[in-house]
């Protein structure tokens, strides 16, 4: 672990706040929210969400922060430096998350950059007679054309890593986020005004408590994870290139906001459009690849909102991927690597990772990689991210809460009126919730 002095920086709050918003918001905004909404009770959904996510989700990103800016270094690094003993083995589990994360999640990249270039090639015919779902069977089917694919998404995310903090991250970040945040506007108007929006709508927001169980709440756990990015030290990375001025728990709080704004705002453009053209809403997985693809095809000028839909969806995942690939390649700088030597011999192992995956959707039934995206979605957002939330709370509640309260507070110099509040959320409620939940998760 070589302690350099001259460790990269955010060159602003907003930078800092884009960087760590455009990793929150990803495909498990767009592409998974409103469909995982839709199926369990829609609004009632949204509000059990929204409580975890206050409770929950934001004081576990404000405890990843604390513990990255104090140690200023990478997830397995700030645990050998601040606690030692068997606790860098949290961080360790979170480099393991970033490699299975990310190798499934370049995948899925790779097919929002075809879909971009496609809607201008024959998406929009293919979804006219009916084709979509043969054609998306037959793409993910098709692994030379995946992998490739593939790679070009996984390009992209070396090059901005292998540019740097300051010259990669955050000046991609703070271009790309305003773009998606326009983009998503300018979708969510076209789709609420379709003749018959009001039915998406009513699917989407009416509540509907009688769905609400304990599988749903576990569901919404691990979507809160795994949408906010949390319980693999990836906010632990991202807040190791915070400076001392900034204010935490503003931080935290902002980021929680704006990633579960967009996840919110994504089915705004889903829902109504889907009912006002009278295709399956509940086509879950596939609904954003098969059921869109239909649905842009009978809007006039359809080409450019099924453009316009997947270039939203690709700078999503192009900043959500980054993220996970800084996890990886931070701790291997930290150990005196280069970071162009990283982020290039990281991403290329994560790609090849990923290949096997890429090529395991050609088992014919399985159009959508249902089989598969379960058991990756399982493993990760419901296991290994809610048990690296309940150590990281751990963590901070019980071992190193004096120093992380004047982590949090800048030594003291501001006021954080829970404070308090936060620590028993991290010692007890947490914990408690999420193995709770992770239990009656498990069991299903
Ligand atoms: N949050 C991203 C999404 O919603 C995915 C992601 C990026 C992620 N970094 C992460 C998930 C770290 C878990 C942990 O798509």
Redesign the pocket.
């Known amino acids: 672990m070589t302690q350099n002095a001259e460790r990269e920086q955010w060159g602003s709050k907003i930078g800092f706040i884009l960087a760590a918003a455009g990793?929150?918001?990803?495909?498990?905004?767009i592409w998974?929210f409103p469909y995982i909404t839709g199926q369990n009770g829609g609004a009632a959904f949204v509000l059990v969400y929204i409580a975890l996510v206050i409770v929950i989700g934001s004081s576990v990103m404000l405890a990843e922060m604390a513990i990255g800016r104090k140690a200023q270094l990478n997830a397995v690094g700030s645990f050998q430096k601040l606690a030692g003993g068997l606790w860098p083995v949290v961080g360790w589990m979170g480099i393991v998350?970033?490699f299975t994360?990310l190798s499934f999640?370049g995948v899925v990249g790779g097919w929002t950059i075809k879909y971009f270039f496609h809607s201008f090639t024959g998406l929009m015919a293919e979804g006219l007679a009916g084709k979509a779902g043969d054609v998306f069977g037959a793409f993910v089917s098709n692994p030379t054309l995946v992998v490739a694919y593939q790679a070009v998404f996984m390009l992209t995310t070396i090059w901005v890593v292998y540019k740097g903090v300051g010259e990669g991250i955050e000046k991609y970040c703070k271009f790309l986020m305003p773009a998606l945040f326009l983009i998503l506007f300018v979708l969510i108007a076209r789709s609420v005004t379709l003749e018959g929006a009001a039915k998406g709508l009513d699917f989407y927001l009416r509540p509907d408590f009688s769905k609400i169980t304990g599988t749903s709440i576990a569901t919404a756990l691990g979507q809160a994870?795994?949408?906010?990015?949390?319980?693999?030290g990836?906010m632990i990375t991202y807040g190791s290139y915070v400076d001392k001025q900034t204010t935490l728990p503003s931080s935290a709080v902002q980021v929680c906001v704006i990633?579960t704004l967009v996840a919110f705002l994504a089915g705004l453009v889903i829902f109504p459009a889907v009912f006002a053209f009278g295709v399956d809403a509940g086509a879950g997985p596939g609904l954003t690849f098969v059921t869109l693809p239909s649905v842009f095809a009978m809007m006039p000028g359809g080409m450019i909102w099924s453009a316009l839909f997947f270039l939203l969806l690709y700078i999503?995942?192009l900043t959500?991927?980054i993220?996970?690939l800084e996890?990886v390649s931070a701790y291997f700088i930290d150990r005196g690597w280069s970071r162009p030597k990283a982020a290039v011999i990281m991403g290329f192992l994560i790609f090849a990772l990923g290949v096997p995956c890429a090529t395991s959707l050609s088992g014919a039934p399985k159009v959508y990689g249902k089989d598969f995206f379960d058991a990756m979605d399982f493993l990760?957002s419901n296991v290994l991210?809610p048990l690296g939330g309940v150590f990281i709370s751990l963590f901070v509640g019980w071992f190193w809460t004096n120093d992380a309260r004047k982590e949090v507070t800048n030594e003291g110099a501001h006021g954080f009126t829970l404070l308090e509040v936060w620590i028993w959320i991290c010692r007890v409620v947490a914990p408690a919730a999420i193995l709770y939940i992770f239990y009656t998760g498990l069991k299903w």
Request: hydrophobic share 50%.
């Open positions: 990793s929150a918001v990803g495909l498990g905004n998974r998350s970033g994360i999640y994870f795994f949408s906010l990015s949390l319980g693999m990836c990633d999503a995942a959500s991927a993220s996970l996890v990760s991210l």
